[in-house]
T-cell receptor
């Protein structure tokens, strides 16, 4: 049974600070990792994907992957009130080719305090 | 592109009634996924299709649930008969599968189902 674990929060961070979100997964064969943002009452929206160990940066967002330790993290620099949302970690079990659904964590509720 | 389109956005039905949820994936995408989201269980994968063929339906909770994808631009999720515990938000998502890793799925706006 594939599992993805996240701290549900809420995680409260002052505006302008760095928000750090963490996720662990159980399936060592997992190949692809994603962070989705979900505002209340809305659908999940992809913000970052990462496939290789190390860091991947995109604007204020940095995803970090450590396959040996089976964890993924998301850093949000210069946090803004508009970043307040639930962040969902998602894992895909297989590599290239063929379809495979994502296994999601239950999400971390992030609150950016003005 | 208009994105993944789901209908209806909201559905309220009585226990025992049949419910049909509809999804139009992004044009050109070859994989389609149905998810259910509740507070208790989060986002759960129910079933997914690749090139209109059901690949894995192990997430479908029971025989009351069925899904079809008659062509590349349309899928349905049916619940018959519906029960109050089926109340949830149902999301459809689609993606383009290639030989490269990753299934970057794009979600529809969801259907909020309430069974009374």
């Amino acid at each position: 049974q594939k599992e993805v674990e996240q701290n549900s929060g809420p995680l409260s961070v002052p505006e302008g600070a760095i928000a750090s979100l963490n996720c662990t997964y159980s399936d060592r064969g997992s190949q692809s990792f994603f962070w989705y943002r979900q505002y209340s009452g809305k659908s999940p929206e992809l913000i970052m994907s990462i496939y290789s160990n190390g860091d991947k940066e995109d604007g204020r967002f940095t995803a970090q992957l450590n396959k040996a330790s089976q964890y993924v993290s998301l850093l949000i620099r210069d946090s803004q009130p508009s970043d307040s949302a639930t962040y969902l970690c998602a894992v895909n079990g297989h590599g290239g080719g063929g379809a495979d659904g994502l296994t999601f964590g239950k999400g971390t509720h992030l609150i950016i305090q003005p | 592109d208009a994105g993944v389109i789901q209908s209806p956005r909201h559905e309220v039905t009585e226990m025992g009634q049949e419910v049909t949820l509809r999804c139009k994936p992004i044009s050109g995408h070859n994989s389609l996924f149905w998810y259910r989201q509740t507070m208790m269980r989060g986002l759960e994968l129910l079933i997914y299709f690749n090139n209109n063929v059901p690949i894995d339906d192990s997430g479908m909770p029971e025989d009351r649930f069925s899904a079809k994808m008659p062509n590349a631009s349309f899928s349905t999720l049916k619940i018959q008969p519906s029960e109050p515990r089926d109340s949830a938000v149902y999301f459809c998502a689609s993606s383009l599968q290639t030989v490269e890793p990753g299934t970057e799925a794009f979600f529809g706006q969801g259907t909020r189902l309430t069974v009374v």
